[in-house]
């Protein structure tokens, strides 16, 4: 199957970068665009027909799921998976009548996204496969109960690994991606103690994430420090 093209809309640029950069790291699928509004959207999506659209729901100047609306009533079949700060249950309501793929919390976890990636890669590889349908067939495409049987086991951090704060230390790296930073430093920087930062750290070298060296400070004494490998 082809690469699957990704329009991120996303009003805070930060975030957006967030998720570009989340993305990329998924094989078989490529950010085609990014909008910082849903005016921007609406030409983008017409532009580049995307196959799929990460959507926030709130912006300045409208709502994420009036856009969805407007879309559909133009025949864009772009399919959606919200991220999003939203979380009355109306809101969830509304976003599954309007046929999104995956409604995701903000902060945004790489582990989860990579999940959600998954399951729609494999959705869609089983829908070009298909020639005809039978029962069997349509169980495994449509949700039952809230779980489709096409998701892939749900990526589990570690014991010992918050994914709020794994959060905090992905962002602090993509922030500062030149910066070379011990487990102190970084503590400090995301209110935890250097134990725990530390951990944290680690973690990411062993994801292939950030790379580790050995440093000597002022006074000799050997210390770790960690900086970020973003593409």
């Not at 999940?115 to 005809?132: D, F, G, I």
């Amino acid at each position: 199957m082809k690469t699957i093209n990704v329009v991120i809309i996303e009003d805070d640029p930060r975030i957006a970068e967030i998720q570009h950069r989340f993305v990329e790291r998924i094989e078989n699928f490529q950010v085609v665009g990014i909008a910082h509004s849903t005016r921007d959207a609406q030409d983008l999506t017409e532009l580049l027909q995307p196959d799929l659209l990460l959507l926030d729901i709130h912006f300045p100047e409208g709502n994420g799921l009036d856009f969805l609306r407007q879309i559909r009533a133009e025949h864009n079949k772009a399919d959606v998976i919200l991220i999003t700060a939203a979380k009355e249950v109306s809101t969830l309501t509304e976003a599954m009548h309007c046929g999104v793929f995956d409604y995701i919390l903000k902060p945004l976890i790489f582990e989860r996204l990579q999940q959600t990636l998954l399951t729609y890669y494999n959705h869609r590889l089983k829908l070009e496969e298909l020639q005809t349908l039978n029962q069997q067939d349509v169980d495994h495409l449509i949700p039952k109960g809230g779980q489709a049987s096409l998701e892939p086991a749900p990526t589990r951090l570690p014991k010992g690994i918050d994914g709020l704060t794994l959060s905090k230390v992905r962002e602090h790296f993509l922030q500062n991606p030149s910066e070379h930073i011990n487990a102190e430093e970084m503590g400090d920087a995301i209110g935890t103690s250097r134990t725990t930062a530390r951990r944290y750290l680690e973690y990411l070298v062993t994801e292939g994430e950030i790379s580790a060296d050995v440093s000597y400070g002022g006074v000799g004494r050997p210390e770790r420090r960690y900086q970020a490998k973003y593409k």
